[in-house]
Structures are given as structure tokens and as C-alpha cells.
Nanobody
């Protein structure tokens, strides 16, 4: 069974940090481009970041630039989202997605992806 599994979410105070992981099972992430998306209650899903299969290209939403960093370890079949200086408005369910065709260009937020994880909850609150 091909699936993505996110982990690392939780409750953190404003200004704190979390690192999310996205692990693949049933397939290798080496040739996949990975996106992170999030959806807050009552809001539409929005793109957070994108990383190319080789890790050479990354894209970020303006709202997280300078605070979030995406990286990957293909040997561990895992992609990460390091989130620093968290704000209450970062509260959302975070999803990782995988796409076999290149996607980390100007239209990565609106592209279609092949696989989606079930999400992990991130809550930023004092």
C-alpha cells in the first residue's frame, strides 16, 4: 500500500518550533517532488512549501518565508518541515504530498499531486 505518513505535530507556544516529518511507505520518495500544505478551521487549504526530488529547488509561501525550512533525506525516505518562530495563525492540519512530475515552479500551489498524507495537527497557543 502506497502512503505518506506525517508526524511531529503538537501543541507549541508562540515563538516555539516544531519539525514535521513525512515518511513514505510502499514507494521511494527519491523521484518525487514534495509539497507541504495546511488547512486551518474554516479556511481553504493553502500551500506552505515545495521541494524538488533532488532537494535543489525549494519554494515557500510568503507567510512562512524565513521561518519554515523544508529538507529531505532520501536515504531515510523522509521529508521534513522545520517550523520556527511559530505564530497562532500557523495553527492548522499540515499535509505532505508527493508528485512524480516536476512541480516546484511558479504554479506549485495549484498543481495536482499524486499522493496525500492524512495530516498532522499543529496548534500554536499560549
Amino acid at each position: 500500500q502506497l502512503q505518506l505518513v506525517e508526524s511531529g505535530g503538537g501543541l507549541v507556544q508562540p515563538g516555539g518550533s516544531l519539525r514535521l516529518s513525512c515518511a513514505a511507505s510502499g514507494f521511494t520518495l527519491d523521484y518525487y517532488h514534495i509539497g507541504w500544505f495546511r488547512q486551518a478551521p474554516g479556511k481553504e487549504r493553502e500551500g506552505v512549501s515545495c521541494i524538488s526530488s533532488g532537494g535543489w529547488t525549494t519554494k515557500y509561501a510568503d507567510s512562512v518565508k524565513g521561518r519554515f525550512t523544508t529538507s529531505r533525506d532520501n536515504a531515510k525516505n523522509t521529508v521534513y518541515l522545520q517550523m520556527n518562530s511559530l505564530k497562532p495563525e500557523d495553527t492548522a492540519i499540515y499535509y505532505c504530498t508527493a508528485r512524480s512530475r516536476p512541480v516546484c515552479g511558479s504554479s506549485w500551489m495549484g498543481a495536482s499531486y499524486d499522493y496525500w498524507g492524512q495530516g498532522t495537527q499543529v496548534t500554536v497557543s499560549s
